[in-house]
């Protein structure tokens, strides 16, 4: 079985707005490495819209959003050509080497666990509280940057239970930012 590992940047104050976290070029070769350390991602809508949105013209043109800085692209060309698979009832259809999700997300994310491969990613913060709801993350990966934000989105608000983790590796990232691999204890 491959697993299902969530990854995601947060603030010290559990802030996970993309918008609130400073890009550097450490965090993205981070990133861009646990993405080619999976088989394929798993977004749901809104994230998949928003990754979409912002990597693929990068990686097929070499010009991205004004924000967007040309040691980005390694990101981006990996993030381009990962098999993604999207969970959504309102989307008729997808591309961006992408496949619909529609069925019933436990069997269908079960089935995707029992490829062989390597692993699977997910991202977002809707779909990764549906699955932690499952017990379908076998890994979390919270990489905590050295800011206050102020605001939200948190993460895994409306939990119905806790989860126990443990602690598995720690690396710093750059700009002080530490990411922190957790298992769940089962």
Not at 42 to 49: A, K
Not at 71 to 85: L, Q, S, V
Not at 88 to 106: F, Y
Request: hydrophobic letters at 40%.
């Amino acid at each position: 079985m491959r697993p299902l590992r969530y990854s995601i940047n947060i603030t010290l104050d559990g802030c996970c707005d993309h918008r609130a976290i400073p890009a550097d070029r450490d965090l993205h070769r981070h990133h861009a490495e646990n993405l080619a350390q999976a088989d394929a991602l798993l977004f749901g809508r809104v994230t998949y819209q928003m990754m979409e949105e912002a990597w693929r013209p990068f990686a097929q043109t070499g010009t991205g959003p004004d924000w967007t800085e040309s040691w980005m692209e390694p990101f981006a060309r990996t993030i381009n050509e990962a098999k993604k698979y999207v969970v959504s009832s309102t989307l008729d259809r997808v591309d961006w080497n992408a496949e619909l999700v529609r069925e019933d997300l436990g069997k269908a994310v079960q089935q995707l666990k029992r490829e062989s491969g390597k692993g699977l990613l997910v991202g977002g913060v809707t779909l990764p509280l549906a699955l932690a709801e499952l017990e379908l993350i076998d890994e979390y990966e919270f990489v905590v940057h050295p800011r206050l934000a102020g605001h939200g989105p948190t993460l895994f608000a409306g939990l119905s239970r806790s989860v126990d983790l443990k602690l598995v590796d720690r690396l710093e990232v750059g700009s002080g930012a530490v990411a922190m691999r957790y298992e769940p204890r089962r």
